[in-house]
């Protein structure tokens, strides 16, 4: 198997600052599957896998071969807690998969769309007009409205504001707090306004906060009538230590990475003028099929988590390979996405090509795959064609620059690198 000859270091730098770019490069000098060595993700010892076969094969494969708990979980646990999914392998990950899916299916999700109108609605009405604006930060308001709302279940504005500030200091750390979470050794204490010691310190406030909910909730007269994610859970058999670690890691994997796609979903669609008028006619006519085309081409195009991994733990035959403990698969969301065997033109964001096929399960792996594919893989589609659909038939928006925005890696997400600059012309 061909390998990267360059220090492990140089690796490491080039992979954390633009993941996209490695892969590129390397998938088009060695081909689908090559070793690398990046520290600070999984065990050090890299295997990339961009063959839809074969990544077939990781997310069917035995959970106690190919672990993800292990390695996510020395991010996840100081954030979120030591029983959220992430942080879980084997049974213990799938006793509580279970439990914690349910709330993510069915009629909710209608609940869930009218929630994220209102969202977008209150955000809406505070964007200036004819003059260039990020909309990020406006996607990332959004998105908490959501999350506080139909995961949470806080509609009291004061609490909601008090809550979410609590979180979002918590995992909007500083540089040193980042590297804090993907290398341990770095917990240590550098004063009391950095890194870990802050990272403690707001995890003390949010705990405080999100356990009192969950306590004044279990005593709800309406617990059981109530549709919010929280109030579902309460009603298992998990403990109150359980639910918070749920929620608070709902709220890390579920909050920046939907504004994320969200921010990019409106660059390319202003930046395609086709789209933009097919989607305008089609959603004044009453017809969302194209918007789930958008929604999914988006998705392709712009997968903001860029691969998946998984960490070897029994020895395992993977395509035509023989793979040993020790080393980290990382399948590559960013290469199978934009393969050319499986989507023609596949840089080109032409949503028309998802209108009669539906995206394969794994060729088109935006959520990941199998046993851990991501819980939010249709909340999340669903919050983007709201907000979509709201603010193109509320607003009318422009692209600020005739340049599609680069990406940028923001912790482990792909970002447009300035938040997506638009100009709003006004509202209606
Ligand atoms: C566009 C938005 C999102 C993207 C691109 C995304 C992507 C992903 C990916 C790639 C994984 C790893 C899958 C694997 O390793 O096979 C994942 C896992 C996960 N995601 Fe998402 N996600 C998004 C939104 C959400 C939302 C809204 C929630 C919750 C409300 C959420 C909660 C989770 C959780 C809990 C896991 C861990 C699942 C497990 O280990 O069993 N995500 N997500």
Not at 251 to 263: K, N
Not at 337 to 342: E, F, I, M, S, V
Request: proline share 6%.
């Amino acid at each position: 198997m061909p390998a990267i000859r360059e220090p492990a270091w140089a690796q490491t730098v080039r992979f954390a600052a633009r993941p996209d770019l490695f892969m590129e490069r390397y998938h088009e000098r060695f081909g689908d599957v090559f070793r690398a060595k990046i520290r600070g993700f999984g065990t050090g010892r890299n295997v990339f896998v961009a063959d839809p076969r074969m990544i077939e094969q990781v997310f069917k494969g035995s959970p106690s071969a190919l672990r993800l708990g292990e390695m996510a979980g020395i991010a996840v646990e100081p954030i979120a807690g030591p029983t959220a999914l992430l942080n879980l392998d084997e049974d213990a990950h799938l006793k509580r998969r279970k439990l914690v899916l349910p709330p993510f299916h069915g009629e909710r999700m209608l609940k869930y769309t009218s929630i994220t109108a209102e969202a977008a609605d209150r955000s809406l009405r505070t964007w200036p007009t004819d003059q260039a604006f990020a909309m990020r930060p406006h996607m990332a308001n959004i998105t908490t409205e959501v999350v506080m709302r139909a995961v949470f279940g806080v509609e009291d504005g004061k609490r909601q504001h008090e809550l979410s500030h609590a979180v979002l200091n918590l995992i909007g750390t500083d540089l040193l707090g980042t590297l804090t979470l993907t290398f341990p050794q770095l917990r240590r204490n550098f004063g009391a306004s950095r890194g870990w010691t802050k990272i403690q310190h707001n995890k003390e406030i949010a705990d405080r906060l999100v356990y009192e909910e969950i306590r004044a909730r279990r005593s709800a007269p309406d617990l059981a009538d109530r549709e919010d994610i929280l109030s579902m859970l309460l009603q298992t058999e998990l403990s109150d230590a359980d639910i918070h670690d749920n929620l608070l890691e709902m709220l890390v994997a579920g909050h920046e990475t939907t504004a994320t796609a969200l921010s990019w979903a409106f660059d390319l669609i202003l930046h395609e003028p086709a789209v933009l008028r097919r989607l305008q006619d089609e959603l004044a006519a009453g017809d969302e099929s194209y918007l789930t085309a958008v929604v999914q081409e988006v998705l392709r195009l712009r997968p903001v988590v860029v691969t998946a991994q998984r960490v070897i733990r029994q020895p395992i035959e993977l395509g035509d390979y023989h793979f040993a403990p020790g080393i980290t698969l990382f399948c590559s969301i960013w290469m199978v996405n934009r393969r050319p065997d499986l989507y023609e033109d596949p840089l080109r964001f032409h949503p028309e090509r998802f209108l009669d096929t539906r995206p394969g399960t794994y060729e088109w792996i935006p959520f990941g795959g199998g046993v851990r594919r991501c819980i939010g893989a249709n909340f999340a589609p669903m919050e983007m064609r709201t907000v979509i659909k709201h603010v193109l038939t509320h607003a009318t928006l422009e692209a600020a620059s005739p340049a599609l925005e680069k990406p940028r890696n923001k912790v482990v997400l792909m970002a447009p690198k300035n938040g997506t600059m638009v100009i709003s012309r006004g509202r209606s």
